[in-house]
């Protein structure tokens, strides 16, 4: 298995306090990814990143920022919580931005905002 | 929009009899197409995936077909077994551009029965 770990793995707050996810790699792949899963809608790109402090949004950006300062971390912070942003969160990591290198996913942290 | 669809929920199919998963996407852009498989509480992991230029990839038990005029892509596991039943999310990917950005489907919980 990939060496990917993510904390916490389980976070209850409530509605406008930050909460920061941490994925944490121990592969030294380049690429790493924050995604969301919700019911119906499978799972959707958040943010990626291409290196050390290089990021680019994703497809669900917006009340999410994140931050790369070493290789091995890749941090999710949601600035002001919503009852919207109660997902399970995945990070991913792959060695190339090809499709082709195959992307390895963290086990996930479940986050209730109430 | 939903860019990529798989519209059945849920599958059952008997143990040793063949499995048929479906997906349809609407962007011509994809280019590549996978296929993840997710146990509860895990995160999801690679199963196979088919670049645009072949109709169809196998590996041992999964067959993975592409239909690139109707758009469709199918996942065949045949013989289908108990560990086989699983969350089942297509995905595809754009152009390579820089990064992977797969988009993926709303998953369909396929139940092997004994």
């Not at chain 1, 600035?79 to 399970?88: L, N, Y």
């Not at chain 2, 998963?21 to 011509?28: A, E, G, H």
Request: proline residues 5%; neutral net charge.
């Amino acid at each position: 298995d990939a060496g990917i770990t993510q904390s916490p793995r389980h976070k209850v707050t409530e509605t406008g306090t930050p909460v920061t996810l941490r994925c944490h790699q121990t592969e030294n792949h380049r690429y790493m990814y924050w995604y969301r899963q919700d019911p119906g809608h499978g799972l959707r790109l958040i943010h990626y990143s291409y290196g050390v402090k290089d990021t680019d949004k994703g497809e669900v950006s917006d009340g999410y920022s994140v931050s790369r300062s070493k290789t091995e971390d890749f941090l999710l912070t949601l600035e002001s919580a919503t009852s919207s942003q109660t997902s399970v969160y995945f990070c991913a990591i792959s060695e190339g931005g090809d499709p082709r290198y195959e992307q390895y996913f963290g086990p996930g942290t479940r986050l209730t905002v109430t | 929009d939903q860019q990529v669809k798989q519209n059945s929920p849920s599958l059952s199919v008997q143990e040793g009899r063949i499995s048929i998963l479906n997906c349809d996407y609407t962007n011509s852009m994809f280019d590549y197409f996978l296929w993840y498989k997710k146990y509860p509480a895990e995160g999801p992991t690679f199963l196979i995936s088919i670049s645009s230029i072949k109709d169809k990839n196998e590996d041992g038990r999964f067959t993975v077909f592409l239909n690139k005029s109707a758009k469709h892509l199918s996942l065949h596991i045949v013989p289908s077994q108990p560990g086989d039943s699983a969350v089942y999310f297509c995905a595809a990917s754009p152009n390579f551009q820089g990064a992977q950005k797969l988009v993926f489907g709303q998953g369909t919980r396929l139940t092997i029965n004994p």
